[in-house]
Nanobody, 126 residues
């Protein structure tokens, strides 16, 4: 089992920044791909970003809507993943979830993540 706890959400004005954290406990953190998803009211959960660590190298993936504004990272020593969000827009408003999956699963597919956090609210005012 892997337990995930997000933090860092809040209310910010358009153009501002937030940094989300996802603290993991349980099994070896570095064995898992880590992803961030978000869900706005009335919408399906959507992929935001993911990161995997393989053979000493880090690989990152982003949804087109956040590429260039958001940065995903991880600190395996601290068992923590991060999502730095810059130039926030009102359409970024959602509950943000971090998730963990075993390697070789599809990065952008929510159903292929094994563990989920409880979510943290991000609200961007115009």
């Amino acid at each position: 089992q892997v337990q995930l706890v997000e933090s860092g959400g809040g209310l910010v004005q358009a153009g501002g920044s937030l940094r989300l954290s996802c603290a993991a406990s349980g099994r070896t953190f570095s064995n898992y791909n880590m992803g961030w998803f978000r869900q706005a009211p009335g919408k399906e959960r959507e992929f935001v970003a993911a990161i995997r660590w393989s053979g000493g190298s880090t690989y990152t993936y982003y949804a087109g809507s956040v590429k260039g504004r958001f940065t995903i990272s991880r600190d395996n020593a601290k068992n923590t993943a991060y999502l730095q969000m810059n130039s926030l827009k009102p359409e970024d408003t959602a509950v943000y979830y971090c998730a963990a999956q075993s390697p070789r699963q599809r990065i952008g597919v929510p159903g292929e993540y094994d563990y989920w956090g409880q979510g943290t609210q991000v609200t961007v005012s115009s």
